[in-house]
T-cell receptor
Framework: DAGVTQSPTHLIKTRGQHVTLRCSPI?????VSWYQQVLGQGPQFIFQ???????GRGNFPDRFSARQFPNYSSELNVNALLLGDSALYLC????????????????FGAGSRLTVL | DAKTTQPNSMESNEEEPVHLPCNHS???????IHWYRQLPSQGPEYVIH???SNVNNRMASLAIAEDRKSSTLILHRATLRDAAVYYCIGRTSGSRLTFGEGTQLTVNP
């Protein structure tokens, strides 16, 4: 079975540009979450979507947005890129939104490495 | 999510057991304890989770203190492939995971 797939794996942008990152969850998983991991730190939560609705948002500016499609894949968009947006962007999928249980397990993709020059 | 505290780094020798500690003194009665690990150049990988009882799976064992204020991830025989950053997370409901800085495990051959 395919795991969580993300694209592109690496990309380089310049300040002020826009970027779109894509994620395909594990088949049957309806929840997708996005995390940002700056070098040397643990991942930080950005968004969670379940059944195409936003279910959670972390402490990130409005330049960050996301959406989930009917096939449960997802896009993360970042506008007006800053140098500080350089990071590994991780997508994770799970079967449920997890609202009913803290036992919900997430499966992560390998990430998209964004470098902003 | 409950705040967790882990050592920054630990070292082990290959084929020896490894005990990775985690303190979570503010954990609530319904928070699960999750462990994920992150190998170099990969996304985090689920290892194990538990609520009150000790848990075993093919990857590791999780020993949870009776008062639930601490737990220990046990790798029974460390291999070089186990070298990674290990994250302990006190997980409330919802899909948000709050990662700390984790423990960097080095396995010596």
């Amino acid at each position: 079975d395919a795991g969580v797939t993300q694209s592109p794996t690496h990309l380089i942008k310049t300040r002020g540009q826009h970027v779109t990152l894509r994620c395909s969850p594990i088949s049957g998983h309806k929840s997708v979450s996005w995390y940002q991991q700056v070098l040397g730190q643990g991942p930080q939560f950005i968004f969670q979507y379940y059944e195409k609705e936003e279910r959670g948002r972390g402490n990130f500016p409005d330049r960050f947005s996301a959406r989930q499609f009917p096939n449960y894949s997802s896009e993360l968009n970042v506008n007006a890129l800053l140098l500080g947006d350089s990071a590994l962007y991780l997508c994770a999928s799970s079967l449920t939104s997890g609202h009913l249980s803290g036992a919900n397990v997430l499966t992560f993709g390998a990430g998209s490495r964004l470098t902003v020059l | 999510d409950a705040k967790t505290t882990q050592p920054n780094s630990m070292e082990s020798n290959e084929e020896e057991p490894v005990h990775l500690p985690c303190n979570h003194s503010t954990i609530s009665g319904t928070d699960y304890i999750h462990w994920y690990r992150q190998l170099p150049s990969q996304g985090p990988e689920y290892v194990i989770h538990g609520l009150t009882s000790n848990v075993n799976n093919r990857m590791a064992s999780l020993a949870i203190a009776e008062d639930r204020k601490s737990s220990t991830l046990i790798l029974h025989r460390a291999t070089l492939r186990d070298a990674a950053v290990y994250y302990c997370i006190g997980r409330t409901s919802g899909s948000r995971l709050t990662f700390g800085e984790g423990t960097q495990l080095t396995v010596n051959p």
